[in-house]
């Protein structure tokens, strides 16, 4: 069978993890390239070997290209809307890097475009396909924990810590959207939703510790106006009472998740740093503390694997569609507001 042909749009560091998972398959290729940015472009195209004529600065002439399958989305936030937009128009399968946009009505938009010309696409929320969080989900859905009272989680970063990183476009509200809310918290609010349910009303409180950085150009310094830190008290439904730490100003962490879940008959603690965990404690089996588990081997899975077989039809159900991100959007939104407003929110959905 032919290889699924693959372009890549927006060749900046999330590339190297897309490029990654398209490369150790044997069901697709990277078969063109596009980004603004002509010495990116140029690079790439020499690391992956890729034609001249198949590496373009404008979105749409490689959504013009009849011989690429899908694409894969992986640009800054403000442009998300309006390529994965040209990806419908141009009946481009995608997958999309999150947040889905700048906010739920960008998100709502997109969820109309695709009920009315539907694609298979997935919204890149990477932590699904962590085999710990999956084996969770399956002990979770078994009924193992019982009914489930709180939710404890966090994702702690440090990079941000460091005053010589300049004023980068995660840094930038007109480009990113939000803080690190938007870039580090989607992904909790998407995996605690995956593995437990919807969260229905937030109050947060958030903050930017370093408030100016150096402009890329060397010209002076520029305003930091998105949030460094975010922490949130929420309730989802069932009554579960549930808490998120965010931060990129986590001294020692690099890419740092515990996500802690308590039930009526047991407990569960996925982690991820170096690798993903899971230990359990469950009353049934009599045990007297928290244990590591084994994952089976049917929860390890890859997104970009995970991505072809959905484009080939043979998808588990389990990735995230633009219906997860726009609930996921609202979320985010209802959250800036909350620690905007200084006030409990709930989420509309």
Known sequence: ?????????????????????????????????????????????AQ????????????????????V????????????????????????????????????????????????????HMICFSYRYKAAARYAKQLIEEGRLGTIRHVYSQYLQDWGIHEDIPLVWRF??????????????????DLTRFLVGNTQRVIADADTI??????????????????????????????????????RFAYGRGNYQQIEIYGSRGALVYTLDAADSLQVKFK??????????????HCR???????FRLLSGQGDGMDATIEDGYINQ????????SFTEERWITIQQ
Not at 330 to 337: G, P
Request: hydrophobic share 40%; proline share 4%; with cysteine.
């Open 48 to 67: 992956w070997n890729i034609p001249e004529d198949r590496a373009y600065l404008s979105y749409t002439e490689l959504l013009r290209n009849p011989e």
């Open 301 to 307: 899975t890859g997104q970009m694997q995970a991505f």
């Open 284 to 297: 049934e089996e009599g045990d007297e503390q928290f244990r590591p588990v084994d994952i089976p081997d």
């Open 172 to 189: 930038v509200q007109s480009v990113t959207g939000s803080g690190a809310f938007g870039d580090l918290g989607c992904h909790i609010l």
């Open 69 to 120: 399958d899908a694409v894969t989305i992986g640009t800054p936030t403000v442009s998300h809307f309006a390529i994965a937009m040209a990806a419908i128009e141009h009946g481009k399968p995608f997958a999309l890097e999150k947040p889905v946009g700048m906010n739920a009505e960008e998100a709502a938009a997109l969820r109309a475009a695709l009920q009315n010309k539907p694609l298979p």
């Open 210 to 247: 370093i408030k100016q950085r150096d402009l890329l150009d060397g010209s002076g310094q520029g305003e930091v106006d998105v949030d460094d830190f975010c922490h949130v008290l929420s309730r989802m439904e069932g009554g579960i009472s549930a808490s998120m730490l965010i931060s």
């Open 330 to 337: 609202l979320a985010v939104d209802a959250i800036i507001q």
């Open 1 to 45: 069978m032919s290889k699924l042909k693959i372009g890549i749009i927006g060749l900046g560091g999330i590339a190297d993890f897309h490029s990654e998972g398209i490369l150790a398959s044997g069901e697709a290729e990277i078969w063109a390239i596009c980004d603004e940015d002509e010495k990116r472009l140029a690079a790439r195209r």
